[in-house]
């Protein structure tokens, strides 16, 4: 059945002489380097196309390559593919509007059908998992800056393989990559992990100051103050919420940071047993069940949202109390 989807995606791409790849608004690792690797790969192999990877870039994931800018009234009979995003509102540089045929692949769970082909599998840990399949199951072009891209995307989505959608599926297809590609491991570390000591001074100071319930929620409400004396930026807090996994006794984290431009409180949540996206979704969020984001404008609604997961926490916890007696 995939096979056939695979074939379908494939035969849409060569139709199409423009091809815009978008993806969702403050793009993490797997987003970027599925859609330049996408991007790259259908460039490699039809040469006479126009394929372009669009939305907002990331100084920090500078080392993926650059995106383009279009504009997207002008182009004849363009092929969108969304990549990375359930939901049509919170896709980067494009008006859904502009395209006819539109492409979706995603390991979200399901919100928005999109376009007439949609691959959408929750249970893959990251799109660039997705898109090494696509490539690897048609007559699409990899190579070894392609298949680096894409085992960055999988190592970090998937937090180094620790989250549960990894499964043997996804270490056979790194497994690949690695191998054929002779990828450099330590080098590709690097550039994902390095960070200024600020950072993890920074880190230190969530530590020391977050809340924990006796539910096992914890929770940090991050000022701009601090975010300037540990001179950091906001968007530090969300890239390091996935290093506060395994802590013995919190089931859920969330840590809070103000965007000044947007007037917005952006909210990154992770679980590791309470499902949390459906809490998200009902503040303006969503995501994955164990991690999550919310967009929230209003500091009461905050509080409302801390005291779900809260709550979500606590059930979870009286159920593994009941299991292991
Ligand atoms: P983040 O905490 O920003 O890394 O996001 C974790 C997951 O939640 C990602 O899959 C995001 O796409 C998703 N997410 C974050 N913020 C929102 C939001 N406001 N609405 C829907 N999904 C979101």
Redesign the pocket.
């Known amino acids: 059945m995939k096979k056939d989807l695979f074939k379908k995606i494939y035969k849409k791409i060569k139709e199409h002489e423009t091809i815009v790849i978008a993806r ?1 608004i ?1 793009p ?1 690792p797997d987003a970027i380097a599925s859609q330049i690797s996408l991007r790259d790969s259908i460039r490699n192999t039809f040469s006479s196309k126009k394929v372009y990877a669009v939305g907002l870039g990331v100084s920090r994931f500078k080392y993926f390559g650059t995106l383009d800018k279009i504009d997207d009234s002008l182009l004849q009979n363009p092929l969108l593919i969304v990549l990375d995003l359930p ?1 049509k509102a ?1 896709v980067d540089g494009v008006s859904f509007d502009r395209y006819s045929d539109v492409i979706k692949i995603d390991h ?1 769970p399901l919100e928005d059908i999109m376009g007439k082909i949609e691959y959408v599998d929750e249970t893959a840990s990251s799109t660039c998992e997705l898109i090494a399949n696509l490539i690897n199951n048609t007559n699409l072009k990899m190579n070894k800056e392609i298949a680096a891209k894409l085992f960055l995307g999988i190592v970090a989505d998937s937090d180094r393989f620790l989250v549960p959608t990894t499964n043997s599926k996804t270490f056979n297809i790194v497994s690949d990559l690695v191998a054929k590609y002779k990828l450099n491991l330590t080098e590709l570390y690097n550039k994902l992990y390095e960070r200024p000591l600020n950072e993890v001074k920074f880190q230190a100071y969530i530590t020391l100051n977050m809340t924990n319930t006796e539910n096992g929620f914890a929770y940090i409400k991050l000022n701009n103050e601090i975010i300037k004396e540990y001179k950091v930026d906001s968007s530090t807090a ?1 890239n390091m ?1 996935n290093n506060f996994n395994y802590i013995k006794g919190i089931y859920s984290w969330a840590f809070v940071s103000y965007d000044e431009r947007q007037e917005i409180y952006k909210v ?2 992770r679980s590791r047993g309470p499902i949390i996206n459906e809490i998200a979704m009902r503040y ?5 069940k164990l ?5 929230i404008k209003s500091p009461d609604d905050i509080d409302l949202l801390f005291r779900e997961l809260d709550e979500a926490c606590k059930e979870y916890k009286n159920n593994l109390d009941l299991e292991s007696k």
């Open positions: 969702h403050g993490d939901n919170r979200h969300s919420v990154n949540i303006n969020g969503g995501g994955h991690a999550s984001g919310a967009r």
